[in-house]
């Protein structure tokens, strides 16, 4: 819910009167069931009770302490953008930052992770396995067969109710909060089990997590937590019973991904768990995973390197004859990256692709790869204004390239290679999403008019009507016809029309000494006439998307839009591109960001734009990128006509 970072309005952050802080943790409290004892009352036990038992005062207290504060916010979720308004609650328990501990979406108030790291159980908790629980992070929701540690799973965790989520590999440090979609503690199996168990709410790392006043970055997770440490129904005697007479049928795969080298294809070892095995009867003390030993930068360094090398060796073979080998230099460094280095390398499972990335090589950077690369003398680059480093020329003769081995690698299609072409026409379609329906549609704008009342006698008159939309060139031929009915054409000169009341009164209104000379006078060209009617409509636009009809359309008052890029500087030399306005084009602006991220191998940003409607977003690239964003809408249907570019790097437009 929380990828985009939210608008939490600081003007109207305020404290929480102590009238408001009750009504708020009584709401929490009667919300989550959370049980009170009178603070006299023996609470030693805590730990094996279900629920929080702490006096009334004690529990408002640790709920939300003193001094708290809060605040409406927005944001944006779902692949649609949608626009979602909430409350923030903040507060800071001693000795701490002051941070968002809860909130409040509709009429329901949900935990943070701060809130759960300093109050166990106050929520069911769920385990899945590492590997999902990071994808969770990222905003995906968790499915049912990615539920671990169960059955049975706590009581509570019933469709709607609230839940956290931990790894099985730190089980008592909850990163996630989520909704139960179904009932998952009447679940009996999960095995082979389809459909959504939890909707990801928030999580450690989004950016509710990250806010702060001050700007600090966001609070690191405990090693281990001892209130989680039992699970809900654990104190049951039937529980520990169960376990021991479970009868485990199920069949595991274990997939082992290809190497870096692309010498071994991928494998799959079934497991099943009901053949008998020497030593299975031992006592099961511990369960021990294989996991995927790390890479180091200088492993990831070599990757990168052999991906150089193998786009290289490509361009050699493929095209013999061409002294270029099928470049056209100079080359940008973003396409350098995304043509010639991201398609060439071994990223297999997204596990890969998470592992080989240019930040986690000892470069961490596009441009100190390219100089480590120009030191070893394999290509020859220039720094340009603005700090873009582009590849002029590479020796295709070098033995290291020549010589170089190809590896097996993840998909045929090295379109960047194969085909040939030149870096900067292929860089915006190299990152193709599936999903984005805005690839390949057909646009087309209208600038549409719609005439005043005062010109009602006029249009009747040619037969028509003032609550249609027309293009200027259909305007011309009814106001002729308006001339030619009533006899208004000059006997000595066609091209002049005298003028009756009615077009005296409607379209002159004797203001500009122009208009007082045509009046005086009686007469007035044709085309000054037509010029005048036409400015005197009000003006509306439309764009009509593959086989929409005009008739189906529904024009919006104002002048056609356009969509804006704007190249300026920031932190002394650094070069942004930003994107807005494509809205209006059905252009999805996160599936755009996301192509513009591989396109450009660099970073990007979505959020709302400033002084912009509701839901009107803005794209920001690292570096000068105004040629592929205009690839990546041209592939959008969207005409070079309708993109304005203004460059403040350069202090002019263009």
Not at 257 to 280: I, P, Y
Request: a neutral charge; one cysteine or more; aromatic letters at 6%.
């Amino acid at each position: 819910m929380f990828k985009k970072k939210p608008n939490v309005k600081f003007k109207t952050l305020a404290p929480l009167r102590s009238s408001d802080r009750r009504k708020i943790t009584d709401q929490i409290i009667a919300e989550y069931q959370l049980e009170i004892l009178n603070e006299e009352d023996d609470v030693t036990n805590t730990d094996e009770q279900p629920k929080a038992l702490v006096g009334i005062s004690a529990l408002r207290s640790s709920l939300l302490p003193d001094g708290s504060l809060s605040a409406k916010f927005s944001t944006t979720t779902g692949p649609d953008l949608k626009t979602l308004t909430g409350i923030v609650y903040v507060g800071a328990r001693p000795g701490e930052d002051q941070r968002i501990l809860w909130f409040k979406v509709g009429e329901k108030i949900y935990p943070t992770v701060y809130t759960l790291w300093k109050k166990p159980r106050i929520i069911p908790l769920l385990h899945t396995p590492d590997v999902v629980l990071r994808k969770m992070r990222g905003g995906a929701d968790l499915m049912t067969p990615g539920l671990a540690n169960g059955p049975p799973f706590p009581t509570r965790a019933i469709r709607g109710s609230t839940v956290a989520i931990a790894s099985l590999e730190n089980p008592t440090v909850p990163m996630v909060v989520g909704i139960c979609e179904i009932d998952v503690c009447a679940l009996s199996n999960v095995q082979g089990a389809k459909g959504h168990a939890v909707k990801t709410l928030h999580w450690d790392g989004d950016e509710i997590w990250a806010w702060s006043h001050g700007g600090k970055p966001g609070g690191s997770a405990p090693r281990i937590i001892d209130g989680w440490g039992i699970a809900e129904d654990s104190s049951s005697p039937d529980v520990e019973a169960g376990f021991a007479e479970m009868n485990v049928s199920r069949t595991e795969t274990v997939t082992f991904a290809q190497d870096a080298a692309g010498e071994h294809g991928d494998r799959e070892l079934k497991v099943d768990h009901n053949t008998h095995v020497d030593g299975e009867d031992g006592t099961p003390w511990e369960e021990v995973a294989v996991q995927r030993k790390e890479l180091t930068s200088k492993e990831v360094d070599n990757i990168f390197r052999n991906a150089f090398l193998f786009a290289m060796h490509q361009h050699r073979e493929t095209h013999p004859n061409d002294v270029r080998h099928g470049l056209d230099f100079p080359i940008p460094q973003s396409l350098f990256v995304s043509d010639l280095i991201l398609p060439f390398l071994p990223t297999y499972t997204e596990d890969d692709a998470n592992a080989i990335q240019i930040k986690k090589t000892s470069w961490k950077s596009a441009k100190k790869f390219i100089k480590a690369l120009e030191k070893e003398k394999l290509l020859r680059s220039k720094d340009r204004n603005g700090g873009e480093t582009v590849i002029q020329d590479v020796d295709f003769g070098d033995p290291a390239i020549s010589t170089f081995k190809p590896y097996k690698l993840p998909r045929k299609d090295t379109t960047g290679a194969n085909t040939g072409s030149s870096g900067g026409e292929k860089a915006a379609t190299s990152a193709v999403s599936a999903n984005d329906d805005s690839v390949g549609q057909q646009l087309k704008k209208l600038s549409l008019l719609k005439p005043k009342e005062k010109l009602a006698s006029v249009f009747n008159s040619a037969g028509s009507t003032l609550h249609s939309h027309y293009l200027p060139a259909e305007l011309r031929p009814l106001i002729n016809a308006y001339i030619e009915s009533e006899n208004l054409v000059s006997a000595t000169n066609k091209r002049l029309v005298n003028l009756n009341p009615i077009l005296a009164n409607a379209v002159f209104d004797g203001q500009s000494s122009m208009d007082r000379e045509v009046l005086a006078k009686g007469i007035v060209p044709r085309d000054a006439l037509v010029e005048r009617i036409i400015l005197s409509c009000t003006h509306y636009w439309a764009i009509l998307r593959n086989d929409e009809r005009r008739d189906q359309a529904k024009p919006k008052a104002g002048t056609a839009p356009t969509i804006r890029i704007l190249l300026e500087t920031r932190s002394g030399n650094k070069t942004v591109t930003k994107v807005s306005g494509m809205e209006a084009f059905y252009v999805n602006p996160q599936l755009l960001a996301d192509e513009l991220q591989k396109a450009c191998a660099s970073s990007t940003s979505i959020s709302q734009l400033v002084g912009g409607k509701v839901g009107a977003m803005e794209i920001m690239i690292q570096g000068p990128q105004k040629d592929i964003v205009t690839k990546a809408l041209e592939k959008r249907g969207v005409s070079r006509s309708w993109v304005e570019v203004l460059d403040k790097t350069m202090g002019k437009k263009r």
